[in-house]
């Protein structure tokens, strides 16, 4: 799944840089169901839809489809397109798995909670069968 980028973008690329705004579009435009997971723990950390009191907010739902799957990979593999998002929604963002995104606030009173989350022992405890080939 790669983006999809108009050729009026590529050319403004060519030229030299491009700003987030546009980039986000791109985003937003190419991985849609990418944008809207993000978007949605981003607005839930904002609006305090946090579970059992945690300081993040996250996403426990698994795509619904292999192209969903796919775009959310991408989002959260490329450094550009994550750290672009992170910018645009003001949140730092941490990936489990195929599905887990999580949202949290970038100031350092969540730091611990974004090393936990992070954290080997997340990471196995986080597994399930059903997970093998996600």
């Not at 904002?46 to 775009?71: I, L, M």
């Not at 887990?100 to 611990?112: G, L, N």
């Amino acid at each position: 799944m790669s983006l999809t980028v108009s050729p009026e973008l590529l050319e403004r690329a060519t030229a030299g840089p491009v700003d987030d705004a546009d980039f986000v579009a791109c985003i937003k435009e190419s991985l849609p169901y990418a944008y809207r997971t993000v978007a949605r723990v981003a607005d839930d950390l904002a609006s305090g839809k946090t579970a059992e009191g945690r300081p993040f907010a996250d996403n426990q739902v698994e795509p619904p489809t292999e192209q969903d799957r796919g775009q959310l990979l991408r989002a959260m593999a490329s450094d550009s397109i994550r750290a672009a998002l992170e910018r645009h929604f003001g949140i730092r963002l941490a990936f489990q798995n195929c599905h887990r995104v999580a949202a949290f606030p970038t100031d350092a009173a969540a730091d611990e909670a974004l090393k936990t989350f992070t954290s080997v022992r997340a990471q196995l405890l986080n597994q399930s069968p059903e997970l093998v080939n996600c």
